[in-house]
C-alpha cells in the first residue's frame, strides 16, 4: 500500500512538491483554501480582462524545461513561449529606454550611455555565467540541512568567485560608474527583497538571467505554468482538494498523524507545508512543536509586500510595452522606506504590465490589460481603499504623464490587492508578497529549515524556505523537498 503525503498549498511549490512525490509511488493530496490552484500565480477574469494576479516575469526558462524534463515531458507540451522585445521599457526622471533582447543591441545602448560599458559588460556577464551555472547546478538545489551538503571541490574553488561576501551594488559599481547602467543592473535584486549594498553579489546570476537568458511570454499568461502543472499533477494521480482550509496538523509522538480541514481528517505518513512556512508553524502546530519562536520570525528581513492593481481600459495606449518599470523617482529613498524604515512610501517606484500588448486574448477587442505593481514594506497597516486609491491616483498621474495621454476617464475595472490581502488569501507573514529577502545571513543553511526540527514528518516548501523567493525557487523549492522526504522516508 502506498505510503500517504499531504500537501498544503496549491502554489507553484505545492504542485511540484506533489507531482515529485507522486512520481516517486506516493498517494498524493493537496488541501487547498482556495477554490482553485496555483496560490499567489491565481487568475482574475472579469468584464473580458484577464489578469495574472501574482508573478508576472518568466525568467530562467531553463528551469521551466528542468521541472517538466523530469516527468518526460517539455514546456511546449503545455504552452507555447514568446520572447519579449524589448525585455522591458524602463521610464528614467528624463527620458526612456526600451531594453533590447539582442545581446549587441544591449551593448551598444550601454556604451552609448558610458564608454568601455560594451567590454566591461562583456567581463561582468562571464562572472555572472559563472555564478548562474555554479548556483543552478551545485546550490540552488540543495536543502540547506547541513554545511556538508555544499562541500563540493568545485564550489570550494570557486567561492572567491561566487562573491557571497561582496554587495552587488559594489560588485557592480567596479565594472560601472554610469548611474543608468548601475540601476539597471541592481533592479532585479528587488524581486529578491533586500537594498542591492545588503545583497551578495552573488546574485548578478539574475543579470544572467535577464541579458542573456531573456524575458519571455507564456500565451495566455502566467496562470499557463499553473493549469499545466495542475495538469501533469493529475496525469501523475494527485488529488485535490479545493475550498478546504487547514485547521491543525495533529502530532503523536512527535510525529504529524493527520492533517485536519473544516471539512475532514486525513491520515498521512507524512507532510509537507507550501502554504505560508510561518502561518503554518504558529497556527497550525502546537507550540512544543514549532520549530521557530516568534522573536526568531520578527528578526528575519522580509521581501517586500506590493500594492497591486487590475486595471481595464476601454482604449489602446499608443507605444506601450509588456512590461514597464518607472524609474522617474529616488531608487534609494524608496528603498530605504521599504527595508531601513519601513513606512508607506511618499513617492515610490513603480510597475506596470501590459500583457495585452503581447497577447490580444487578455483583454476586450481596443482595450488594454494593466497591472500596476508598488513594492511597499512588509508588515504595514492601514492599507484600506482610501490608502489604495491615494497610491493608485498618485502613479496613474505618472503613468499618464509619462505616456502622453489621459486614461482616467476610460478605466471600465479597477480592482486592487494590498498587505492585508495577501494576509486573508495567502496567511501571508506579515502581508509579504516574495517571501524572505536573499541576504547573505538568510541563504541556504540560513534560512527556515525545510525540514521541521520537533516534528519528525513534517517538511516545508516555498519562499520562506530553500531555495528563496520567485517562480523559478518555487519549482526548484518543491523538487528539493520532495526528495528529502523519499530518503528519509521513501
Known sequence: MSKKVIVIGSGFAGLSSASFMAKAGWDVTIIEKLSHPGGRARQLKADG????????????????????????????????????????????????SDIPADINAFRKMLESWEPGAAAALDKFLIEAKYKYEVGMQKLVYKPGLSI??????????????????????????????????????????????????????????????????????????????????????????????????????????????????????????????????HFIETKLLPKPFQSYTEKYWDSRTLAPSSLLYYIGVNKKIPGLTHHSLFFDTDFQTHGKEIYD????????????SATSVTDPSTAPENCENLFFLIPVAAGLNGDDEQLRKKYFNLILNRFEKRIGISIKNNITFYKSFAGSDFVNDYNSFKGNAYGLANTLKQTAILKPSCRSKKVKNLFYAGQLT?????????????????????????
Not at 520567485?470 to 522516508?489: A, R
Request: proline share 7%.
Open 49 to 96: 480582462f484577464t489578469f495574472d494576479m501574482g508573478p508576472s516575469w518568466y525568467w530562467m526558462p531553463d528551469v521551466f524545461e528542468h521541472y517538466f524534463s523530469a516527468f518526460g515531458k517539455k514546456v511546449s507540451d503545455f504552452y507555447s513561449l514568446k520572447r519579449l522585445d524589448p525585455s522591458y521599457k524602463i521610464y528614467w526622471q528624463h527620458d526612456t
Open 148 to 277: 556538508k551538503e555544499f562541500i563540493d571541490v568545485s564550489v570550494v574553488k570557486g567561492l572567491v568567485k561566487m562573491d557571497l561576501v561582496t554587495s552587488i551594488k559594489k560588485h557592480i559599481s567596479r565594472y560601472f560608474s554610469h548611474e543608468k547602467i548601475r540601476q539597471l543592473l541592481e533592479f532585479p535584486v528587488l524581486f529578491l527583497g533586500a537594498m542591492p549594498e545588503k545583497t551578495p553579489a552573488l546574485y548578478s546570476l539574475m543579470n544572467y538571467a535577464d541579458i542573456v537568458g531573456g524575458t519571455w511570454y507564456p500565451q495566455h499568461g502566467m496562470h499557463s505554468i499553473v493549469d499545466a502543472m495542475h495538469k501533469l499533477a493529475v496525469q501523475l494521480g494527485v488529488k485535490f482538494r479545493f475550498d478546504e482550509p487547514v485547521t491543525g496538523i495533529k502530532i503523536t509522538a512527535a510525529k504529524a498523524e493527520s492533517v485536519v480541514t473544516t471539512k475532514s481528517t486525513y491520515p498521512c505518513d507524512a507532510v509537507i507545508g507550501a502554504a505560508d512556512y
Open 341 to 352: 524604515n519601513p513606512q508607506w512610501p511618499e513617492n515610490p517606484l513603480f510597475y506596470v
Open 466 to 490: 530553500v531555495p528563496g523567493p520567485g517562480v523559478p525557487p518555487s519549482l526548484i523549492s518543491g523538487e528539493v523537498v520532495s526528495e528529502v522526504v523519499i530518503k528519509n522516508f521513501g
